[in-house]
């Protein structure tokens, strides 16, 4: 019988104001969340025999081999290793390859792990890179990183569509209402429309309330065989389809500023191998490092036409108790952002499918797509996930 | 006698790829490469063309003129060393010739920059090795 790859732990470890409870180097928060997401599978560490790793964390010098000083750390020998870095949309694309992989018999039993301390280092700043190679030609020019690249897409998705800061601000709005359920989100007092319009304007069209945070934070997710994970005991996601795309780096050589075409790429893929319409997605967990990212990429997935993602957002129809659950957790908005948010999208999603979720559990939550975002508007990775 | 104050921005760590073009800046000329195997212009200068993967590449001086495809106004620094520009305009230009690129719009007034209006380069004198190509508003 094939090997059928699944999803069996997710783990995270707790923030407080942000920052990771009781503090710890980057290679701390990572085994935490590592053993978490291992003992919510009932997997033994000694087990792992796949690390996929992604992040900004490394000690400088040439390479990073991010999975081999992590797989040291934790103390095993993996044999698989893949250190994809896509941006904050990795772990999606990690998802695909680990249960390529597993499937292929490559390895048993795959851990994928981000962790940062950024926001207790101190270390996020908006200038962004040295001006090498591809830099040269952007950040001479101060753009502020990220947000300016997310702002000129804004800009000209407003231009074309007429698309409004008002109806970006309902995403930001609306993914402040599932926070203030998450006990576990940094942000959770209200905000509205009003708040978002009069915060600090940052880079034209976006002001504050626009961006993502700026936390801590750390997850894992730990994927087997179905077989292994029914021997264990363990709670099994299925992974009915995945795809991945990247486009451009530079926000100069975007191909169209207005249009996600990675997001379109990498879903139109997944809902293929999938075999599922729109309709069968009952949650959506997409990247939210700023509002356009999630108008665009909604969009882009096709869960409204182009240009039409002001409009789908609008009267907070993707709040709590609105007709398109979107980002329960708090999203990279309210909830963390870490850095490189992608690896929560998947925890949240898997989290929603056992009912696990708390009091932001949504009803009925049979299929779950994950997508997530990487470099400016660069990469696309999804996952769509289910309960049987 | 004081000193020149030193330019304290980021400079780009010109490589051989990209010499021709920071040379060109220096004259004053805005040069991207064009491919003679498929007519196309392109920007950043690469080895081998974006469009057709030729490697069959010239430099072409460009016209200077092009159209704001989108901009930001920066109200929060791209780090210190920007701060006292604040606000100012990141724009993405869609030059005459076909490519995008990201430069600064030079305004008095920031808050009249709109998508489509037409640009021209002004050269930007900002050390003795580097020129920035930067552009102004036809309108202004």
Redesign the interface.
Same mark, same amino acid.
């Given at each position: 019988m094939a090997r059928e790859a699944v999803i069996v732990g997710v783990g995270d470890v707790p923030l407080k104001d942000g920052k990771v409870v009781g503090g710890g180097s980057v290679l701390q928060v990572q085994a935490r969340a590592a053993k978490a997401a291992l003992d919510d599978a009932r997997i033994p560490m000694r087990d792992v025999d796949g690390l996929l790793v992604a992040g900004m964390w490394g000690v400088p010098g040439p390479g990073q081999l991010a999975s081999v000083t992590l797989g040291e750390y934790l103390g095993i020998h993996p044999r698989f290793a893949d250190t994809t870095n896509i941006g904050g949309s990795a772990f999606e694309a990690h998802v695909a390859h680990a249960a390529m992989a597993i499937e292929k018999g490559y390895c048993d039993v795959a851990l994928i792990v981000y962790g940062s301390v950024q926001k207790s280092e101190r270390s996020r700043a908006l200038g962004g890179r040295p001006s090498i190679l591809t830099m040269q030609f952007e950040n001479v020019w101060g753009i502020p990183q990220p947000v300016g690249g997310y702002a000129l897409a804004a800009r000209r998705h407003m231009h074309e569509f007429g698309t409004t800061e008002e109806q970006l601000a309902e995403i930001a709005v609306a993914t402040r209402k599932w926070a203030s359920l998450n006990p576990a989100a940094t942000m959770r007092d209200p905000i509205t429309i009003d708040d978002v319009m009069n915060s600090t304007k940052v880079s034209d069209p976006l002001k504050l309330l626009d961006c993502c945070l700026v936390t801590d934070g750390a997850g894992a997710i730990v994927m087997t065989t179905a077989d292994n994970a029914r021997a264990h005991g363990a709670k099994m996601t299925h992974i009915r389809g995945y795809g991945e795309a990247h486009t451009h780096w530079s926000i100069g050589a975007m191909p169209d500023l207005a249009r996600l075409t990675a997001a379109e790429m990498s879903s139109q893929r997944a809902f293929q191998m999938a075999g599922v319409s729109h309709d069968a997605i009952d949650l959506v967990e997409c990247y939210d490092s700023f509002t356009i990212t999630v108008l665009m990429t909604l969009e882009a997935l096709g869960f409204c036409k182009r240009g039409e993602g002001g409009q789908f957002v609008m009267n907070q129809r993707t709040a709590p108790g609105g007709a398109f659950p979107l980002n329960t957790n708090g999203g990279g908005l309210s909830y963390c952002h870490p850095g490189m948010y992608g690896i929560f999208l998947l925890v949240e999603a898997v989290r929603q499918l056992r009912g696990e979720a708390g009091d932001r559990q949504v009803k009925k939550v049979d299929t779950a797509l994950v997508h997530g975002t990487g470099g400016t508007l660069s990469s696309g990775a999804t996952v769509i996930l289910a309960n049987s | 006698m004081s000193e020149p104050q030193a330019y304290e921005?980021?400079?780009?760590?010109?490589?051989p790829g #990209?010499k021709p073009f920071w040379d060109a800046a220096r004259e004053h000329r805005l040069s991207i490469p064009r491919c003679r195997a498929c007519g196309k212009h392109h920007?950043?200068p690469r080895e081998l063309c974006?469009h057709c993967h030729s490697d069959d590449l010239e430099w072409t001086d460009a016209s200077g003129k092009g159209e704001i495809?989108?901009? #930001?106004?920066?109200?929060?620094?791209?780090?210190p060393?920007?701060a006292a520009?604040v606000p100012?305009v990141?724009a993405?230009i869609a030059l005459d010739e076909g490519p995008?690129?990201? #430069?600064?719009i030079i305004t008095k007034d920031v808050e009249q920059v709109r998508?489509g209006d037409r640009v021209t380069v002004r050269f930007d004198d900002v050390t003795p090795e580097l020129t920035?190509p930067k552009f102004t508003l036809d309108k202004d």
């Amino acid at each position: 019988m094939a090997r059928e790859a699944v999803i069996v732990g997710v783990g995270d470890v707790p923030l407080k104001d942000g920052k990771v409870v009781g503090g710890g180097s980057v290679l701390q928060v990572q085994a935490r969340a590592a053993k978490a997401a291992l003992d919510d599978a009932r997997i033994p560490m000694r087990d792992v025999d796949g690390l996929l790793v992604a992040g900004m964390w490394g000690v400088p010098g040439p390479g990073q081999l991010a999975s081999v000083t992590l797989g040291e750390y934790l103390g095993i020998h993996p044999r698989f290793a893949d250190t994809t870095n896509i941006g904050g949309s990795a772990f999606e694309a990690h998802v695909a390859h680990a249960a390529m992989a597993i499937e292929k018999g490559y390895c048993d039993v795959a851990l994928i792990v981000y962790g940062s301390v950024q926001k207790s280092e101190r270390s996020r700043a908006l200038g962004g890179r040295p001006s090498i190679l591809t830099m040269q030609f952007e950040n001479v020019w101060g753009i502020p990183q990220p947000v300016g690249g997310y702002a000129l897409a804004a800009r000209r998705h407003m231009h074309e569509f007429g698309t409004t800061e008002e109806q970006l601000a309902e995403i930001a709005v609306a993914t402040r209402k599932w926070a203030s359920l998450n006990p576990a989100a940094t942000m959770r007092d209200p905000i509205t429309i009003d708040d978002v319009m009069n915060s600090t304007k940052v880079s034209d069209p976006l002001k504050l309330l626009d961006c993502c945070l700026v936390t801590d934070g750390a997850g894992a997710i730990v994927m087997t065989t179905a077989d292994n994970a029914r021997a264990h005991g363990a709670k099994m996601t299925h992974i009915r389809g995945y795809g991945e795309a990247h486009t451009h780096w530079s926000i100069g050589a975007m191909p169209d500023l207005a249009r996600l075409t990675a997001a379109e790429m990498s879903s139109q893929r997944a809902f293929q191998m999938a075999g599922v319409s729109h309709d069968a997605i009952d949650l959506v967990e997409c990247y939210d490092s700023f509002t356009i990212t999630v108008l665009m990429t909604l969009e882009a997935l096709g869960f409204c036409k182009r240009g039409e993602g002001g409009q789908f957002v609008m009267n907070q129809r993707t709040a709590p108790g609105g007709a398109f659950p979107l980002n329960t957790n708090g999203g990279g908005l309210s909830y963390c952002h870490p850095g490189m948010y992608g690896i929560f999208l998947l925890v949240e999603a898997v989290r929603q499918l056992r009912g696990e979720a708390g009091d932001r559990q949504v009803k009925k939550v049979d299929t779950a797509l994950v997508h997530g975002t990487g470099g400016t508007l660069s990469s696309g990775a999804t996952v769509i996930l289910a309960n049987s | 006698m004081s000193e020149p104050q030193a330019y304290e921005k980021p400079q780009p760590v010109i490589d051989p790829g #990209t010499k021709p073009f920071w040379d060109a800046a220096r004259e004053h000329r805005l040069s991207i490469p064009r491919c003679r195997a498929c007519g196309k212009h392109h920007f950043y200068p690469r080895e081998l063309c974006p469009h057709c993967h030729s490697d069959d590449l010239e430099w072409t001086d460009a016209s200077g003129k092009g159209e704001i495809y989108s901009y #930001t106004i920066a109200r929060k620094p791209a780090g210190p060393v920007f701060a006292a520009d604040v606000p100012y305009v990141i724009a993405m230009i869609a030059l005459d010739e076909g490519p995008r690129m990201l #430069t600064n719009i030079i305004t008095k007034d920031v808050e009249q920059v709109r998508i489509g209006d037409r640009v021209t380069v002004r050269f930007d004198d900002v050390t003795p090795e580097l020129t920035l190509p930067k552009f102004t508003l036809d309108k202004d």
